[in-house]
């Protein structure tokens, strides 16, 4: 069992910047990757971009080039999504997920959070 916390979020002025946290904890030894996820108001949850345990990071074209997400490199549980020139379309509701291996499965299990609120607005 993985439980994740995210952390952050808020209320950005377009063009600004906000940074989310996550940290997962349990059986941390099995994950995979960690990501972050986003579902608008309306619409069906989408990805915002991941990182491996080796450090490779993945984008959706929407973000790339303004969000950045890292993790603490002694800290593979970890993971944070620094979000920069904001834009009304990126609010929504922000998703961790924690993507881990089951070898009594022998099948990838995904665990998310609770969600935090990313609004842009002026």
């Known amino acids: 069992q993985v439980h994740v916390v995210e952390s952050g979020g808020g209320l950005a002025q377009p063009g600004g910047s906000l940074r989310l946290s996550c940290v997962a904890s349990?059986?941390?030894?099995?994950?995979?990757?960690m990501g972050w996820y986003r579902q608008a108001p309306g619409k069906q949850r989408e990805l915002v971009g991941v990182?491996?345990?080796?450090?490779?990071?993945?984008y959706a074209d929407s973000v790339m080039g303004r969000f950045t997400i890292s993790s603490r490199d002694n800290a593979k549980n970890t993971a944070f999504l620094q979000m920069n020139s904001l834009k009304p379309e990126d609010t929504a509701v922000y998703y961790c997920?924690?993507?881990?291996?089951?070898?009594?499965?022998?099948?990838?299990?995904?665990?998310w959070g609770q969600g935090t609120q990313v609004t842009v607005s002026s």
């Open positions: 349990g059986s941390i030894f099995s994950i995979n990757r």
């Open positions: 990182i491996t345990r080796g450090g490779s990071t993945n």
């Open positions: 997920n924690a993507n881990t291996w089951s070898s009594s499965n022998q099948a990838h299990i995904d665990y």
